[in-house]
């Protein structure tokens, strides 16, 4: 399952084991999940020995979509006038799974313990290449 892990599919299994099916985690927990597990693939890119908070923020917005099956809930503490504050207050900050989440990570649980480390070299290596067949004359 290595070659087919999104970002999007790693941030919701660390949200999972860190126990997001029962409880809300702020972003800056499931990054640094995300950054133990792989680090290279959830690093800064001039900065490796850092982890990336916006990649996982970026992933977890899109895990909250239909169309990715709405597999989180949350949001990312940023707030716009003070309806929002007020609904913050009473929901709580942070990301949960919803229940189609859970499923999604129980049925892919096997797939991510026998994983190896997701690197980001692979996928800037795969994007260097798209990139140039896109620009060749021939396409």
């Known amino acids: ?6 970002n999007r599919d790693m941030v ?4 999972y084991s860190l126990g997001g099916a ?3 985690f702020h972003t800056e927990d499931i990054a640094l999940k995300c950054f133990e597990v792989w680090p290279s693939a959830f690093s ?10 916006d990649i996982v923020r970026v992933a977890l917005t899109d895990a909250r979509k239909e169309k990715f099956g709405f ?4 949001r990312t503490g940023q707030t716009r006038g003070q309806a929002n504050r007020t609904k913050r207050r ?3 900050d942070g990301w949960s799974l919803t229940d189609a989440g859970v499923n999604w990570a129980e049925k892919n649980k096997a797939s991510f313990d026998s994983s ?3 690197t980001k070299d692979h996928r800037q290596k795969s994007m260097q290449v798209l990139s140039k ?3 060749h004359d021939v396409f």
């Open 1 to 6: 399952m290595d070659a087919t892990l999104t």
């Open 22 to 24: 029962t409880k809300r």
């Open 12 to 15: 919701v299994y660390a949200l």
């Open 71 to 74: 597999l989180v809930d949350g």
């Open 90 to 92: 009473r929901t709580g």
């Open 133 to 135: 067949l896109r620009r």
């Open 44 to 53: 800064w890119t001039k900065y490796p020995e850092y982890p990336d908070k």
């Open 116 to 118: 190896g480390e997701i």
